[in-house]
């Protein structure tokens, strides 16, 4: 058995978990778990980088001795830094307004279209290629020398080595899908400098070796390497969906739902870009082929509004709830920031003549109605846009914890869902070090070893499927 750490960083909270992996054994434990805070600045909404750092260490300390570190996050965010590699303030929040309109006029330089054919991002009001735009021009961005986006950040403090994780930068739009290279052209006409970025990396580089300063802090005894893994939480934990062949769709849950395929080649058509589907790389040069949902950020913001009920007693309620009463869009802006959820659900389903929801039960079965519609929606498109068809439906991710949404996305797609594992983005970022290291064959031996050793939920369709036409057609009409 070798031991693995994985550095997991979600929107709300950051953690350390060990992968202890061996001939037909996969063992995943919790070393550390720490808060995400963002903070909210006269200058906008920041993340603390910093209080991250700190629990990174903290949890290589706790982890013990390892024979790897990977470091896996969420995307588009950046810090930049100066000439002497030092941190120019607290790197901005995606959810911060300072986009708003960016991308109009982006589309002036490239129009929207254009944009969509080089890179094959789907529009999001945060990517990277807007966040910069909106920074055209001010002291930091004028004084940066280099940017480094917030898991390649992390490496670079515990390395002092430099680098740009393939999977990530493609959620920049700055990348081509089809050469897995920058896009020289479009950065050129935006007045982007790709100088900027640190060098591409695959999952499975080398990112360097911890320095003195963070053994002597986290107790550990050198060498330790840190290994690339697909830096964005969503490439790891697609390649930890234990499919068996190449006919099934994915959707990995979380604060946000990105369902999808994995495909050979971008999907780079109008109508792709019409039905916002992006093309992200995956692990070995595949194409995450997805449509962003809003996921369970919906709900996490309903249960804080109420001062976090107990949430299985919320979800048995909801189970008890009239089903497809009254459906959101669950892929709407208008719920991008945060507050005033349960008002906001109200307020799009009044705007759509429904009922509209009152309880706190009658509001999380809206919820989970509309997510699961949303995942039928994204499931149908994918196979038509990209020609490609599935047998059956991963999920993946802490969506799995709730049986809920599980079975309502069963009977939503009409397709068997399989549900599991819940930590997928550390165990496809501990399998890609162990690969890496000897220990694990191609993707489709991550695979079965993941089936052989995860626990997993089969979820068979039921009902009528005419209920989630008509649900769907109510959304269509608005």
């Not at 945060?126 to 940017?147: D, E, I, K, S």
């Not at 979380?254 to 039905?275: F, I, K, N, Q």
Request: charged residues 20%; glycine residues 10%; contains cysteine.
């Amino acid at each position: 058995m070798r031991a693995y750490a994985a550095v997991d960083l979600g929107a709300s909270s950051g953690r350390v978990m060990v992968g202890r992996v061996g001939p037909d054994r996969l063992e995943l434990t919790e070393a550390h778990r720490f808060p995400n805070r963002p903070v909210r600045l006269p200058e906008g909404l920041r993340w603390d980088v910093l209080s991250l750092y700190a629990g990174v260490l903290d949890g290589l300390r706790a982890a013990g001795p390892v024979d790897s570190v990977g470091i896996d996050g969420w995307a588009v965010d950046y810090g930049l830094l100066d000439a002497d590699g030092a941190l120019l303030g607290n790197p901005v929040h995606y959810r911060d307004t300072r986009t708003e309109g960016v991308a109009e006029k982006v589309w002036n330089t490239v129009p929207a279209a254009e944009l969509y054919a080089a890179t094959g991002l789907q529009y999001a009001p945060f990517n990277t290629l807007y966040q910069l735009t909106a920074a055209a021009g001010t002291a930091q961005l004028a004084q940066a020398r280099r940017l480094l986006l917030i898991p390649d950040l992390l490496s670079y403090w515990l390395t002092g080595e430099q680098g740009t994780e393939r999977t990530n930068a493609s959620t920049t739009q700055l990348i081509d899908p089809r050469t897995g290279d920058w896009s020289h052209a479009v950065a050129a006409r935006l007045g982007i400098d790709l100088e900027l970025f640190a060098p591409l990396r695959r999952p499975g580089d080398p990112a360097g070796l911890l320095r003195p300063q963070v053994l002597e802090e986290t107790g550990l005894t050198g060498p330790v390497p840190v290994t690339t893994v697909g830096s964005h939480d969503t490439a790891s934990a697609v390649a930890a969906v234990p499919a068996a062949g190449e006919r099934f769709a994915y959707i990995c849950t979380g604060t946000w739902s990105l369902a999808g395929l994995e495909l050979a080649a971008p999907v780079l058509t109008e109508a792709g870009r019409a039905a916002n589907f992006t093309n992200e790389l995956g692990l070995d040069g595949t194409v995450r082929y997805l449509r962003n949902i809003m996921g369970l950020w919906l709900l996490q913001e309903c249960v804080r509004a109420w001062g976090h009920p107990e949430l299985g007693a919320l979800l048995r309620d909801a189970a008890r709830a009239p089903a497809l009463r009254s459906v959101v869009d669950a892929g709407d802006a208008v719920f991008l920031a945060p507050g005033r959820m349960p008002e906001r659900i109200a307020e799009a389903c009044r705007a759509t003549g429904q009922p509209v929801p009152r309880t706190p039960a009658e509001i999380t079965r809206c919820i989970l109605d509309s997510l699961a519609l949303a995942h039928r929606r994204a499931v149908t498109d994918a196979q038509r846009l990209a020609d490609h068809p599935v047998d059956v439906v991963h999920i993946v991710g802490g969506g799995t914890r709730n049986e809920l949404l599980c079975r309502l996305t069963a009977d939503a797609c009409g397709l068997p869902v399989v549900a599991g594992p819940t930590e997928a983005a550390a165990l496809g970022n501990v399998l890609v070090q162990a690969r890496a290291h000897g220990l694990v064959g191609d993707r489709a031996d991550m695979r079965r070893l993941l089936a052989r050793t995860q626990p997993l939920t089969r979820y068979e369709p039921r009902g009528d499927a005419e209920r989630w036409r008509e649900a769907e057609a109510r959304l269509a009409a608005r």
